[in-house]
């Protein structure tokens, strides 16, 4: 079988480098600022998931699972958790009763948003920094 692809330069491991440095440093920001709130990292995530699922304001457990890319068992719990804390709730589908909505409370939505604003400022200031590298292959 013939390697069609061209060997990797040290400007494209720099490249690599660079980004998973930068990649890392954005998530440390990110569990400080969640853990400064009083919530877990994945938490956060599932609040922003929950708000950020596209065209509406509630996701189910599967389609968290598969943002946060974890078992179903395992964001049930972290969904119990969260719910403790009042920050959502479940709520039977009103169109398909075998499917169980995550929405986010009063409580989550705040606390979202005030992370939210930190995050964005946080990306804002890594302006030109977290680049996608270019590596052809």
């Keep these: 079988m013939k390697n069609t692809t061209r060997g ?3 400007a494209d491991f720099e490249q690599l480098s660079e980004f998973r440095y930068q990649m890392r440093r954005f998530e440390r920001f990110s569990e400080q600022a969640a853990q400064g709130e009083g919530i877990t990292p994945l938490q956060y995530l599932l609040l922003l998931h929950v708000k950020g699922y596209p065209g509406r304001e509630w996701a189910t457990i599967g389609e968290i699972a598969e943002r946060l890319q974890a078992q179903h068992h395992g964001v049930v719990a972290l969904v119990s958790r969260c719910e403790a804390l009042d920050l959502v709730e479940r709520r039977v589908s009103e169109r398909d009763r075998r499917q169980v909505e995550v929405h986010l409370l009063e409580g989550g939505e705040k606390l979202l948003a005030r992370l939210a604003e930190l995050h964005r400022a946080e990306l804002q200031s890594l302006d ?5 590298p270019q590596i052809d292959l």
């Design 128 to 132: 030109g920094t977290f680049t996608v």
């Design 8 to 10: 990797l330069t040290k």
